[in-house]
Nanobody, 116 residues
C-alpha cells in the first residue's frame, strides 16, 4: 500500500494559479497509473489528470490547456500546476495511485477554493 500526501491547496481568486504536490511513500517509477482526481460538494469524484503507462497522460476536457501534470521520480512526487483557475475548479483534490495488482491508494485530499 502506497501512502500519498498532498499539499498546496488553498484559496485563490479566479484567474489565479496553484501548484499541488503529492509525495509517495515509495518509488513511483513503476506505478502504472497515478494522478489527480477531485470532488466538488454534491458531485462525484472525477478525473483531473493522470499518468498512464508508457509516459502517456490524459486530462479532463474541463482542464485541458489550463492544468499540467508532471512528475519527479527521484523525489517520488507528482505535481499539478493549475492556471487560470475558475470557481468551478473548487473541490477537494486527491492524489491516487493504482498498483500493478489493480488496487487503488488515495491521499487524504487538499482543498482548493476559487473565489469569483
Amino acid at each position: 500500500q502506497v501512502q500519498l500526501v498532498e499539499s498546496g491547496g488553498g484559496l485563490v481568486q479566479a484567474g489565479g494559479s496553484l501548484t499541488l504536490s503529492c509525495v509517495a511513500s515509495e518509488s513511483i517509477f513503476s506505478i502504472p497509473v497515478m494522478g489527480w482526481y477531485r470532488q466538488a460538494p454534491g458531485k462525484q469524484r472525477e478525473l483531473v489528470a493522470r499518468f498512464l503507462r508508457f509516459g502517456k497522460t490524459n486530462y479532463a476536457d474541463s482542464v485541458k490547456g489550463r492544468f499540467t501534470i508532471s512528475r519527479d521520480n527521484h523525489n517520488n512526487t507528482i505535481y499539478l500546476q493549475m492556471n487560470d483557475l475558475k470557481p468551478d475548479d473548487t473541490a477537494i483534490y486527491y492524489c491516487a495511485a493504482q498498483s500493478t495488482m489493480g488496487s487503488w491508494d488515495w491521499g487524504q485530499g487538499t482543498q482548493v477554493t476559487v473565489s469569483s
